[in-house]
């Protein structure tokens, strides 16, 4: 007992000691995971972070913009640091406080976090002051070391959202260029997959870029904006708004070093959902799969049309299910089915949806809550359920509006616009759909010079409060897809996203819709299920049919898109391809595939694995006109290179060995998947 005190009494008195040493050498040590290390200079206001002997990022510092004034922790004089003992959702750690104090600046707080066992840390900058208003906050900014000198790095670009058939691409970093991107990115090393991972993992608040550059001694920097707007990526024609208040804090930011980048996006993805969990209903059935009108059918919908698609399914794809679920989903122009309009006579819906229940499957409908498509029209037309017109709804953006897609944006905090959604939704719930399909949700998301709701000053906050209403009127009643939406602030509030902009038929739909996987399949980990759209196979060639299929089978779920209202070459297609049992085994657990290749520009990977218990899946995708062998490499892909393996092929139903450095010859647009058995 003597000794154990002892022990401790030692213990305490070298680390005080050990502390005391720090303090007065003007530096503040933090270690983080296995080996890393934050030291924190106290007499300028910078940082290095390390692990083991690897340098990783150099003189990091925090910056705020105040009064049209931008400055830095590096302007503070006054530096204290103080901890203390955290549990939270991350786990159990320390969160190291610097108060830095300066007369004529705000007082800042520069905030890390750091958790027992976890190999990154999360910082993030708070303002004290009176009557603070700020647009803008900078948590780091600093140099990234590269740990491959001969290589120059890979930077990913993530968008804010998946309108206008925008991209993920990856870029090397060239001199005197900035690389942004949206909310996170990865800086990576192709060949040997190492990498950063720099983000924010809150979204209620503030938009944030991530901007990578390299100068003309190729030295690296980051930075992470808070209240970063760029009308090409964010859609914002003006300013992020202000936060105000006598403390004003940004988003916190993640910073991870990885031995494999596709490692710490999904670690990100996964602080995401912790840091912001879901309030949407938590999602106990299986995997959903089904049909959506837009693929083909669009502007033709009719209730008769409606029910022969719900005939097929019962009668044609009958193993097309998954928990014994299928879901026929009416897109837009389901409105045809209405008589008098949105506040009108719900009767034909009712009867598609009772139908779809008859025959074993789940109604759904579609809807873009925050936008009016007959702006033109004029702003004194009156609002559906309302006692507003629709120019009093309006975001306002400056001196004008937000138009995009051909549709403008509605203010989510105006009255008017939450009783529509509230009249609307009601409608939907009394016909008894089970799924709903939102989409232009981006718009619900723009700065605007003024909200309806004064405590409301950005978009983000906007975009919060809009979807929060929403919930709370389908109040558990409905599966919530999004289709065009924010990339991640969406996680809390729906169970799918779908992964890119539209997609239909073509190889060059697949390959598009499999860019966003290859750079966004993390999100598996942030959303229930990420979806690549419609499937459409029309009259295509068998190759590009089974490429599209293995798209959506890659994604995580699958939605198809053909007129099965009508016979032809894409009704015998779905038969033999939608009821492949072995195929749908694949979206069991609903997690996407993840890419073998990086750095692909805007193109996308070309081989994806995934695991699932002793079974490895590997999906080959050829994009080009011509036949295209590809080797397998099975250190890339996760096998033992000196092990032979039984592969079987998923849609031929071919079962052959499989061994190191094997060559397939794929044709011109087509893909095939192989099921691999791994011995335990």
């Not at 760029?230 to 990885?258: P, Q």
């Not at 609307?424 to 089970?434: A, H, P």
Request: glycine share 8%.
């Amino acid at each position: 007992m003597i000794f154990r005190f002892l022990f401790r009494y030692l213990a305490l008195f070298t680390f005080s000691v050990l502390f005391l040493f720090i303090t007065k050498a003007s530096a503040v040590i933090i270690p983080y995971g296995k080996s890393g290390k934050i030291v924190y200079n106290l007499k300028t206001g910078t940082f290095n972070v390390s692990e083991s002997a690897k340098q990783l990022l150099l003189k990091g510092f925090s910056q705020a913009e105040y009064q049209k004034k931008l400055f830095s922790s590096k302007d503070y004089k006054n530096i204290t640091y103080s901890k203390k003992v955290i549990h939270d959702g991350f786990g159990n750690g320390f969160k190291h406080i610097f108060l830095l104090k300066q007369p004529g600046l705000p007082a800042m707080q520069q905030v890390f976090y750091t958790y027992n066992g976890k190999n990154y840390f999360i910082i993030n900058l708070v303002l004290i002051g009176t009557d603070l208003s700020i647009n803008r906050i900078v948590p780091l900014n600093g140099n990234l070391i590269n740990q491959e000198y001969a290589d120059v790095p890979t930077s990913l670009f993530v968008p804010f959202d998946n309108d206008t058939f925008i991209s993920y691409h990856t870029v090397p970093l060239t001199v005197n260029v900035n690389n942004p991107s949206a909310e996170v990115t990865a800086l990576y090393h192709n060949q040997s997959r190492k990498g950063f991972v720099v983000g924010s993992i809150e979204h209620r608040d503030w938009k944030t870029g991530i901007i990578t550059a390299m100068d003309v001694d190729k030295k690296i920097s980051v930075q992470t904006i808070c209240g970063f707007t760029d009308e090409s990526i964010t859609r914002d024609e003006m300013t992020h708004g202000y936060l105000k208040g006598n403390s004003v804090s940004s988003a916190k930011v993640f910073f991870g070093a990885f031995e494999d980048w596709r490692l710490g996006m999904e670690t990100y993805a996964k602080l995401n959902r912790i840091s912001e969990p879901p309030i949407v209903f938590k999602w106990n059935n299986a995997t959903p799969v089904g049909w959506n009108s837009w693929g083909v059918m669009q502007e033709r919908i009719t209730l008769e049309k409606a029910k022969q698609v719900v005939d097929f399914f019962a009668d044609s794809l009958k193993s097309f299910r998954s928990g014994g679920i299928a879901y026929i989903d009416l897109d837009s122009y389901w409105d045809k089915l209405l008589k008098g309009g949105l506040t009108g006579d719900y009767a034909q819906l009712k009867a598609f949806a009772d139908y779809a229940k008859s025959k074993g499957l789940k109604p759904g409908i579609y809807w873009a809550p925050f936008v009016d498509w007959g702006f033109a029209g004029g702003g004194n037309r009156k609002a559906e359920g309302t006692d507003y017109t629709f120019g009093e709804m309006w975001t306002k953006v400056g001196a004008g509006y937000h138009d995009l897609d051909g549709a403008r944006a509605l203010d989510p905090t105006h009255p008017g616009t939450q009783q529509r959604i509230a009249s609307v939704i009601q409608k939907f719930k009394e016909c008894g759909f089970e799924m709903i399909k939102i989409d232009f949700l981006g718009h619900a998301a723009i700065e605007s010079a003024h909200f309806f709701d004064p405590k409301v000053t950005t978009g983000m906050q906007a975009y919060k409060t809009g979807m929060e209403f929403l919930l709370k009127q389908l109040d558990g009643k409905m599966m919530v897809y999004a289709a065009i939406s924010p990339s991640l602030a969406s996680g809390r509030y729906i169970h799918v996203r779908r992964i890119a902009c539209d997609a239909f038929k073509s190889i060059k739909d697949t390959e598009y819709t499999l860019n966003s996987v290859s750079n966004g399949w993390w999100q598996t980990y942030l959303y229930d299920y990420i979806d690549a759209d419609h499937v459409v196979f029309s009259d295509q060639s068998e190759g590009e049919n089974a490429a599209r299929f293995l798209s959506a089978i890659v994604t995580g779920t699958c939605i198809t898109g053909d007129d099965f209202s009508i016979y032809g070459k894409w009704s015998g297609t779905a038969q033999r391809i939608l009821n492949n049992t072995e195929l749908l085994k694949v979206l069991q657990d609903g997690k996407a595939f993840v890419p073998v290749e990086g750095n692909r520009g805007r193109s996308a990977s070309q081989l994806f694995v995934k695991q699932a218990g002793n079974i490895k899946y590997l999906a080959i995708f050829n994009y080009s006109d011509a036949t295209k062998a590809f080797y397998i490499d099975f250190t890339g892909i996760g096998l033992k290179a000196t092990d032979s393996y039984i592969a079987e092929n998923l849609i031929t139903r071919k079962v052959e060995s499989l061994h190191h450095n094997q060559t397939i010859s794929l044709d011109g647009k087509d893909a095939l998947i192989v099921k691999i058995t791994v011995k335990p």
